[in-house]
């Protein structure tokens, strides 16, 4: 559609205007170009049958050439301009190797043969483009997933408008069983909603008041509103969007190897086409039409079509894969070095933990229940907004507990907070708060250091009356992943800035072979390059923030919970959209699974080129059959084989 000049119409317009995150037209082929390359294989299909029959059948021969002609102006033109484009700027392609077999099939009188070598090629070019085309769909699926316009309240009325006219902090509603068309908070109302989309989830999740929801995720039921926090070039979807483009660029070792072999391969098999053409005739006395012919059937079948695609398609089909997977790989490279992985490194915090604080145990001394100390400690922490504070207070709310009265409240940075609730002074934090001629019950809090609790102690004054220990939840599908890896023989340790108590025992609990505790980020990064020179092969999982430099220096870096993270997506080289670390494993899987199709892909390619080069030089195939066989099927089983990575259970 135009862009409109007149600024007061694309206004009372703006549920029409588009932008570049919604234009689908961008990302897919327009209907009359995927209509083309089908009416030309129609067209030529008739023109060949009917000059074969008429050649063959009736002796027709200058009007079947006429018609094999035709065929050849038709289906080859393309192929014909860019071989010949490629000669004169002295680069050596694909197209140059048809022309050259299709022109000496011609000028030998093969016009039957000459004809079909660029009708078959046109379809084996029509079958990679086919390959190309689940890549832009890929992306052209993501875009379709939120939807181009919003409903949004304006003046108190619900007004439609396209979603790039919604500005941030404006209200949208979201209807039972509509998508939400941009990401935001929910202010209103209570449904389940289906994020399969972004985070690769299968069990829709409950959003309330407070709660974040993404663009293309859908409602399955229930009323919300929802107050925008990105624009729509903003959202998580548009930003997936932009790595799986991204993501289809980066080329894997592998891929760039056989991009760098091609460019040798065709001058080399145009001179060893030269000499089976000219040796034998000459040197030998042979039929130079028979020698000439199989060195045009060495041409055909030479071109490196399925050999060339047989490690893209097969990257962007795992890319794919992945992202339908809620795993989003930002290149081939990533998918290549992730099989290879020897040693895995995890982040303590917000990677094998929930990274949210559980109260775990509640000590009463001194006469005081509790209950008691729950609800001094509560009222207290009600002030403040430190995470000790909010794990507490999620405590309590599950209880009947009430809070009391905080009268001249103070919070000491780094230690604690007092207060006077009944006119009694209370104290809430850890020991460097309180005076050093205080007798802690040392044991207690021993105990729980070595349990890899946090202990907090609550006083009365100068006497102790209780304590409170909090431990970071370990995540549920912790303990099953790194024993899938030690499975897999791959080596795992936890990094953490914790203390060596609550590094054993999470370590301990979990499983893993090793643990570094009391880091800062630029140790972690020094630990990282430790194992590299030990195991050359290191990934690495963390949150995509704090861990950003160590996640730099792996051979692979995976964020956790991309769907929160803005910056774990722009800096890892892959994010998991869920906060899911099983999915570590499937990415090895994938990994593993997508270099096995590679490897086939190659071999197979390899070997039956190998195969007909033979052949075409005894005379044992035809110029139709190398393209038919030796290129075209051989690409049509190359893609297939390929698209079955992301269709089959890994």
Not at 451 to 463: A, D, L, N
Not at 464 to 484: A, F, N, V, Y
Not at 624 to 631: E, R, S, T
Request: aromatic share 8%; net charge negative; glycine share 8%.
């Amino acid at each position: 559609m135009p862009e409109k000049n007149d600024d007061k119409t694309k206004l009372e317009n703006e549920e029409f205007y588009e932008c570049p995150y919604c234009t689908i037209n961008l990302m897919e082929e327009k209907e009359s170009e995927r209509r083309t390359p089908l009416i030309i294989i129609t067209i030529s299909t008739i023109i060949l049958a009917l000059g074969l029959y008429l050649g063959f059948i009736l002796g027709q021969q200058l009007i079947s050439q006429i018609l094999f002609l035709a065929v050849a102006a038709i289906s080859g033109y393309e192929t014909i301009k860019y071989g010949i484009l490629s000669i004169l700027k002295g680069r050596f392609t694909i197209s140059i190797l048809i022309t050259i077999a299709a022109v000496g099939a011609f000028s030998i009188g093969q016009g039957a043969e000459g004809a079909s070598v660029l009708f078959l090629y046109f379809i084996a070019e029509f079958l990679e483009d086919y390959a190309s085309e689940r890549a832009r769909n890929s992306i052209g699926a993501l875009v379709k997933l939120a939807p181009e316009t919003a409903l949004v309240i304006r003046d108190g009325k619900n007004i439609k408008v396209h979603a790039h006219a919604v500005q941030v902090d404006e209200i949208i509603v979201v209807k039972p069983g509509d998508k939400i068309p941009l990401d935001g908070e929910v202010t209103k109302g209570v449904s389940s909603v289906n994020q399969a989309a972004i985070t690769g989830e299968s069990i829709a999740v409950t959003k309330s008041v407070g709660d974040e929801v993404f663009a293309g995720t859908i409602t399955e039921e229930g009323y919300l509103e929802v107050k925008v926090t990105k624009r729509s070039d903003e959202t998580v979807i548009s930003k997936i969007i932009e790595l799986v483009k991204d993501s289809q660029k980066r080329k894997s070792n592998t891929e760039a190897f056989i991009d760098r072999f091609a460019g040798y391969y065709t001058p080399m098999v145009i001179v060893l086409a030269m000499i089976v053409a000219i040796v034998p005739p000459f040197i030998w006395g042979l039929s130079f039409d028979t020698w000439f012919y199989r060195a045009l059937v060495l041409l055909v079948v030479s071109c490196p079509c399925a050999l060339a695609i047989s490690t893209p398609v097969a990257m962007v089909s795992g890319i794919t894969a992945g992202t339908k997977n809620g795993v989003l790989i930002k290149g081939g490279e990533y998918v290549e070095e992730m099989q290879n992985t020897k040693i895995m490194v995890f982040d303590k915090t917000g990677t094998l933990t929930e990274g949210k604080l559980k109260v775990t145990d509640i000590i009463s001394l001194n006469g005081y229940s509790k209950d008691e100390i729950l609800q001094i400690a509560a009222s207290l922490e009600s002030k403040s907004k430190h995470p000790l504070a909010e794990a507490v207070l999620r405590y309590v709310e599950e209880s009947e507990i009430e809070f009391m009265d905080v009268n001249d409240f103070e919070s000491i940075p780094g230690k604690g907070l007092k207060g006077k609730i009944n006119d009694k002074e209370f104290y809430i934090g850890t020991k460097s708060l309180f005076k050093e001629n205080i007798k802690f019950p040392d044991d207690l809090i021993e105990n729980f250091e070595i349990q890899g609790k946090t202990t907090i102690i609550v006083s009365e004054q100068e006497h102790i009356i209780g304590l409170i220990s909090l431990m970071d939840t370990i995540r549920d599908l912790s303990k099953s992943t790194i024993k899938e890896l030690k499975n897999r023989n791959i080596k795992t340790v936890m990094l953490t800035g914790d203390n060596e108590g609550t590094a054993h025992a999470v370590a301990y609990e979990i499983g893993v072979d090793d643990y570094y505790a009391n880091l800062l980020p630029e140790d972690k990064v020094k630990v990282v390059d430790g194992l590299l020179v030990e195991y050359e092969h290191v990934g690495m999982v963390g949150d995509g923030v704090n861990d950003a430099p160590a996640l730099a220096r792996s051979n692979v870096g995976v964020a956790m919970g991309a769907a929160g993270s803005d910056v774990a997506i722009e800096t890892a080289d892959i994010s998991l959209m869920h906060d899911d670390i099983s999915k570590v494993n499937y990415l090895i899987d994938l990994s593993k699974k997508t270099m096995d199709v590679v490897k086939e892909n190659v071999s197979v390619s390899i070997l039956v080129k190998t195969s007909f080069a033979i052949l075409a030089v005894i005379g044992l195939i035809t110029l139709w059959m190398a393209v038919a066989f030796g290129d075209m099927g051989l690409s049509l089983a190359v893609i297939l084989n390929s698209i079955r990575i992301g269709r089959n259970r890994i």
